[in-house]
């Protein structure tokens, strides 16, 4: 019954900004974390970004960090992926991901549920 539906992806040039949104249903929403993640065809998915229950605590990629910004809004149930500056490294299928689990300071939580994902093209 959970599900999570990605929205916003599309093609871009290297330097343009792209916002990205997770709505989510069949889940008390302020009780789990968010988190993006990405992947490439072939290849393993990546973490990006992922934020606690209540907003406090938001964790980012080394590749993400100072570009991306991850948001939640219990109230709409949604979360977002604001990504500016992006790079054509930054093509992938992006997946908003919810977890039971409470994000704290430092490292990230498992992530049982998964959306369908939203591709992003970065051309240079």
């Known amino acids: 019954q959970v599900q999570l539906v990605e929205s916003g992806g599309g093609s871009v040039q290297a330097g343009d900004s792209l916002s990205l949104s997770c709505a989510a249903s069949?889940?008390?929403?302020?009780?789990?974390?968010m988190g993006w993640f990405r992947q490439v065809a072939g290849k393993e998915r990546e973490f990006v970004a992922q934020i606690s229950w209540t907003g406090e605590i938001t964790t980012y990629a080394d590749s993400a960090k100072g570009r991306f910004t991850i948001s939640r809004d219990n109230a709409k149930n949604t979360a977002s992926l604001q990504m500016n500056s992006l790079k054509p490294e930054d093509t992938a299928v992006y997946y908003c991901?919810?977890?039971?689990?409470?994000?704290?300071?430092?490292?990230?939580?498992?992530?049982?549920?998964w959306g369908q994902g939203t591709q992003v093209t970065v051309s240079s």
């Open positions: 069949g889940l008390t929403f302020s009780s789990y974390a």
């Open positions: 991901a919810a977890s039971p689990w409470e994000v704290g300071d430092t490292g990230t939580v498992n992530y049982d549920y």
